[in-house]
Protein backbone atom coordinates (compact mmCIF):
# COMPACT_ATOMS: atom_id res chain seq x y z
CA UNK A 1 0.00 0.00 0.00
CA UNK A 2 1.42 3.71 -0.96
CA UNK A 3 0.90 5.88 1.78
CA UNK A 4 1.20 9.84 1.08
CA UNK A 5 1.11 12.58 3.98
CA UNK A 6 0.08 16.13 3.46
CA UNK A 7 -0.79 19.11 5.79
CA UNK A 8 2.54 20.37 6.86
CA UNK A 9 3.43 23.86 6.99
CA UNK A 10 4.31 26.90 9.07
CA UNK A 11 2.50 28.03 12.22
CA UNK A 12 3.08 29.30 15.43
CA UNK A 13 3.59 28.26 18.80
CA UNK A 14 -0.01 27.40 20.12
CA UNK A 15 -1.05 26.88 17.01
CA UNK A 16 -3.23 24.22 15.73
CA UNK A 17 -2.76 22.18 12.21
CA UNK A 18 -4.12 18.70 10.52
CA UNK A 19 -2.49 16.29 8.41
CA UNK A 20 -3.39 13.59 6.49
CA UNK A 21 -1.97 10.38 5.28
CA UNK A 22 -4.09 8.70 2.65
CA UNK A 23 -3.46 5.36 1.71
CA UNK A 24 -4.07 3.91 -1.54
CA UNK A 25 -6.04 0.97 -0.20
CA UNK A 26 -7.41 -0.75 2.99
CA UNK A 27 -4.87 -0.87 5.89
CA UNK A 28 -4.94 -2.20 9.66
CA UNK A 29 -3.34 -0.41 12.25
CA UNK A 30 -1.34 3.28 11.22
CA UNK A 31 0.93 5.10 13.05
CA UNK A 32 2.13 8.60 12.93
CA UNK A 33 6.13 9.59 13.49
CA UNK A 34 8.11 12.14 13.79
CA UNK A 35 11.63 13.13 13.24
CA UNK A 36 13.33 16.13 14.34
CA UNK A 37 16.52 17.69 13.30
CA UNK A 38 19.56 15.92 14.68
CA UNK A 39 17.14 13.21 16.73
CA UNK A 40 16.00 10.04 15.94
CA UNK A 41 12.67 8.77 14.56
CA UNK A 42 10.12 9.15 17.46
CA UNK A 43 6.28 7.73 17.94
CA UNK A 44 3.70 10.32 18.42
CA UNK A 45 0.42 8.18 17.92
CA UNK A 46 -1.18 5.12 16.25
CA UNK A 47 -4.53 3.95 15.74
CA UNK A 48 -6.23 0.27 15.64
CA UNK A 49 -7.90 -0.39 12.33
CA UNK A 50 -11.44 0.09 13.39
CA UNK A 51 -10.78 3.32 15.20
CA UNK A 52 -11.65 1.79 18.01
CA UNK A 53 -7.99 1.92 20.14
CA UNK A 54 -5.18 4.75 19.77
CA UNK A 55 -2.25 5.04 21.36
CA UNK A 56 0.09 8.17 21.91
CA UNK A 57 3.67 9.45 22.76
CA UNK A 58 3.96 10.80 25.98
CA UNK A 59 4.78 14.14 24.62
CA UNK A 60 2.12 14.50 22.25
CA UNK A 61 -0.56 12.98 24.95
CA UNK A 62 -3.49 15.71 25.55
CA UNK A 63 -2.22 17.97 22.83
CA UNK A 64 -2.45 15.59 19.19
CA UNK A 65 -5.54 13.56 18.38
CA UNK A 66 -5.20 10.51 15.87
CA UNK A 67 -8.42 9.78 13.95
CA UNK A 68 -9.04 7.63 10.51
CA UNK A 69 -11.79 7.21 7.61
CA UNK A 70 -12.01 4.23 6.41
CA UNK A 71 -14.34 5.03 3.94
CA UNK A 72 -11.74 7.48 2.35
CA UNK A 73 -8.64 4.93 3.37
CA UNK A 74 -7.18 8.38 5.35
CA UNK A 75 -5.85 9.13 8.87
CA UNK A 76 -5.83 11.93 10.20
CA UNK A 77 -3.88 13.69 12.84
CA UNK A 78 -5.00 16.86 14.93
CA UNK A 79 -1.94 18.60 16.44
CA UNK A 80 -3.17 21.21 18.54
CA UNK A 81 -1.11 23.59 21.52
CA UNK A 82 1.83 23.12 18.94
CA UNK A 83 5.07 23.50 21.03
CA UNK A 84 8.87 24.65 19.37
CA UNK A 85 10.00 21.27 20.17
CA UNK A 86 7.09 20.03 17.53
CA UNK A 87 8.93 21.32 14.67
CA UNK A 88 9.81 17.64 12.94
CA UNK A 89 9.07 15.80 9.67
CA UNK A 90 5.95 14.19 10.21
CA UNK A 91 5.58 10.67 8.51
CA UNK A 92 2.41 8.20 8.72
CA UNK A 93 3.07 4.41 8.55
CA UNK A 94 1.07 1.06 7.77
CA UNK A 95 1.39 -1.62 10.39
CA UNK A 96 1.55 -5.56 9.42
CA UNK A 97 -0.99 -6.17 11.62
CA UNK A 98 -1.54 -4.22 14.92
CA UNK A 99 0.46 -1.80 16.62
CA UNK A 100 3.17 -2.46 18.83
CA UNK A 101 4.87 -0.32 21.50
CA UNK A 102 8.63 -2.54 20.50
CA UNK A 103 7.44 -2.55 16.97
CA UNK A 104 10.35 -2.94 14.51
CA UNK A 105 10.80 -2.41 10.81
CA UNK A 106 10.03 -5.57 10.03
CA UNK A 107 6.37 -4.69 11.79
CA UNK A 108 5.85 -2.08 9.61
CA UNK A 109 4.29 -2.67 5.44
CA UNK A 110 4.79 0.74 4.25
CA UNK A 111 5.63 4.59 4.94
CA UNK A 112 4.33 7.71 3.69
CA UNK A 113 7.11 10.14 2.53
CA UNK A 114 6.98 13.08 5.35
CA UNK A 115 5.48 16.16 5.36
CA UNK A 116 7.32 19.37 7.53
CA UNK A 117 6.33 21.06 10.51
CA UNK A 118 7.49 24.00 11.63
CA UNK A 119 6.67 25.64 14.63
CA UNK A 120 8.12 28.95 15.32
CA UNK A 121 7.53 31.18 18.20
Known amino acids: VQLQASGGGAVQAGDSLTLSCAAS?????MGWFRRAPGREREFVAAISWNGGSTYYGNSVKGRFTISRDNAKNTVYLHLSTLKLEDTAVYSC??????????????????WGQGTLVTVSS
Open 25 to 29: GRTYD
Open 93 to 110: AAYRHSYSPWASEADFRS
